[in-house]
């Protein structure tokens, strides 16, 4: 599909406990690299095959978690729509002058969604100093570390009102719903959403807790790279929550962990080409455990409750 509107997940700010030890994590670990640090000592990343300043922001804090996320759209009239249809939605913007709240970037608004997450939106932002070969290209201009992540991904966050959420980022945001969860009495329980071909960019789980993320996703471009992943996972000692597996959901082929501050991040690769005019896939909430893990079809209660 073409691109209009909305382009895709671009930033993503987290809170850490020990900046040593989860900076190695992203950079050496991961495979991110360092951009820089802001004037407040935030720390500032990017996947190598990125071109934007960054994406990734770390900010030391008491207790992990999310600060927000951001989303970049494709120019000035897109974004000053989407002040307009959020005001009129009925959430207040914000508005984040440029080279601000990040350097490298241009205008932003920020408003709260009904589930309690901060939503950034801009449609400027520097390329990076170091960026992935444009003239006569080589595959990558400096070998890859860790885990090779390519890009930030997609994230899922937990909140109250999802169906609220879900109408605002299709009606503001002019993104799609290739698939939903829903319990027995037809109230969505979960639901997948993108701006693009891939099966989703974002998701949102039904939880009564405001404010909460589930997990970061990091893409990977084969299975080899995710069983690579595993064996990271292991050489470092890090927490291992779910695989290598399959999700049915997406389609998938993942593996979950938890980086040192505590929170969770996937890397993965594959996936359904998603298109806005194909047929929405409904999961029953019974089937659950089927379409999170595949291969087994068994639900794992701590997945889905494990949130920061």
């Known amino acids: 599909m073409g691109f209009h509107g909305t382009l895709r997940p671009g930033l993503i700010q987290l809170k850490v406990l020990d900046f040593d030890k989860t900076l190695n994590f992203y950079k050496e670990i991961l495979g991110l690299d360092e951009v820089g640090r802001t004037s407040d000592g935030r720390i500032m990343l990017k996947c190598y095959d990125e071109f934007d300043h960054h994406s990734v922001v770390l900010r030391k804090a008491d207790t992990a978690g999310l600060d927000y996320v951001g989303f970049r759209v494709s120019g000035q009239e897109t974004l000053e729509d989407i002040r307009t249809k959020t005001e009129k939605f009925g959430y207040k913007v914000t508005e984040v002058a440029p080279n601000t709240e990040q350097p490298g970037f241009g205008k932003q608004y920020k408003f709260t969604l009904c589930t309690g997450h901060e939503f950034h939106v801009y449609s400027e932002v520097e390329l990076a100093k170091d960026i992935p070969p444009v003239k006569n290209p080589d595959i990558w201009n400096r070998q890859p570390r860790g885990m090779r992540a390519t890009r930030l991904d997609h994230f899922l966050l937990y909140g109250p009102g999802i169906e609220e959420a879900e109408r605002f980022m299709k009606e503001v945001f002019d993104m799609f719903v290739p698939e939903i969860c829903n319990t027995p009495d037809g109230k969505r329980l979960a639901t997948w959403i993108t701006s693009s071909n891939k099966p989703h960019d974002l998701a949102f789980v039904e939880f009564p807790k405001p404010n909460t993320i589930h997990h970061i996703?990091?893409?990977?471009?084969?299975?080899?790279?995710?069983?690579?992943?595993?064996?990271?996972?292991?050489?470092?000692?890090?927490?291992l929550d779910i695989g290598p597996t399959r999700h049915a959901i997406t389609r998938g082929l993942t593996i979950y962990f938890w980086e040192p501050s505590g929170n969770r991040i996937e890397t993965y690769c594959g996936g359904y080409t998603a298109y806005p005019d194909n047929p929405q896939r409904l999961w029953d909430a019974d089937q659950?455990?089927?379409?999170?893990?595949?291969?087994?079809?068994?639900?794992?209660?701590?997945?889905?409750?494990?949130v920061t």
């Open 288 to 306: 659950l455990g089927r379409g999170l893990f595949y291969f087994s079809g068994e639900l794992i209660p701590s997945f889905l409750e494990i």
């Open 217 to 239: 996703g990091f893409y990977l471009q084969t299975w080899e790279d995710v069983l690579n992943a595993a064996d990271l996972i292991a050489i470092n000692h890090l927490k």
